[in-house]
């Protein structure tokens, strides 16, 4: 059962408010060096032709160890086809039946960290359709044209949740909370929101293949504070 120091409906609108930047960000700058020591980005980082374009991650911005890469699997614990999400160390492993895992870079949040425990994958969207609550509405007035009422944002480029989204439910019930597309490769590993688990979009197409219906998403505990980047 998903707990959270405080699980109120409000912090779970809060949670998918916060995919949608509340103001401008200026992208963080790697050094020379980082460029330089970091090794060519796989194949599968490259453009995506999708319904819509994914671009290719730009070189020299992520760190290897957040790219998509089997590893041991470090949670023999629980059944394969668990999703075990870890916000302190930015990673998502789906684990698999032979032994292994499918580990995924992410980026969290400050809520992303405030809450864990288990849930199921609902059901999946490619090129979701958001839609930003009241609350989010009333401090930015310029997403009232995708409210409720008006029916929400389309998918496609621009659309906070990206390419994918996996919908998580507790007690067949939506928690608001999501495991999406469209981070930006800077925060790849970071916590730069109160928002959900953010992959990139080649991840989050790749691993929206990958897992099973109704599979057991489980976050576990955080013990950071605060967020890397304050830009939300």
């Known amino acids: 059962m998903i707990t959270r120091r405080s ?5 779970a609108a809060a949670a998918l408010a916060a995919c949608a930047r509340t103001e401008p960000v200026q992208p963080i700058a790697q050094s020379p060096e980082f460029r330089e020591a970091t090794p060519k980005l796989p194949d599968f980082y490259g453009q995506v032709d999708d319904k819509y374009v994914v671009s290719a991650v730009p070189e020299g911005v992520v760190p290897q160890r957040l790219w998509r890469q089997v590893v041991a699997n470090p949670f023999p ?4 086809g668990t999703i075990v999400v870890d916000p302190d160390a930015g990673y998502l492993h789906l684990l698999q039946d ?28 490619a090129w979701p359709r958001w839609t930003p609550p009241d609350t989010l509405i009333a401090r930015m007035p310029k997403y009232a044209p995708y409210s409720a009422a008006n029916g929400g944002m389309d998918g496609g480029p621009g659309n906070p949740l990206g390419a994918r989204a ?8 939506d928690t608001l909370y999501r495991i999406h597309g469209g981070c930006e490769p800077q925060y790849l590993g970071k916590a730069v929101s109160s928002g959900c688990i953010r992959m990139l979009d080649q991840d989050a197409i790749d691993i929206e293949k990958r897992v ?21």
């Open 77 to 80: 614990e629980h059944a394969p």
């Open 98 to 125: 032979d032994g292994n895992a499918m580990r995924y870079g992410v980026g969290t949040g400050a809520q992303g960290r405030e809450w864990n425990g288990d849930a199921v994958v609902q059901f999946t969207r």
């Open 212 to 232: 099973k219906h109704h599979a057991t998403v489980v976050v576990l505990p955080s013990y950071k504070t605060g967020i890397d980047v304050p830009v939300y």
């Open 7 to 11: 699980l109120l409906a409000t912090g």
């Open 166 to 173: 996996l919908y998580l439910f507790q007690d067949g019930k």
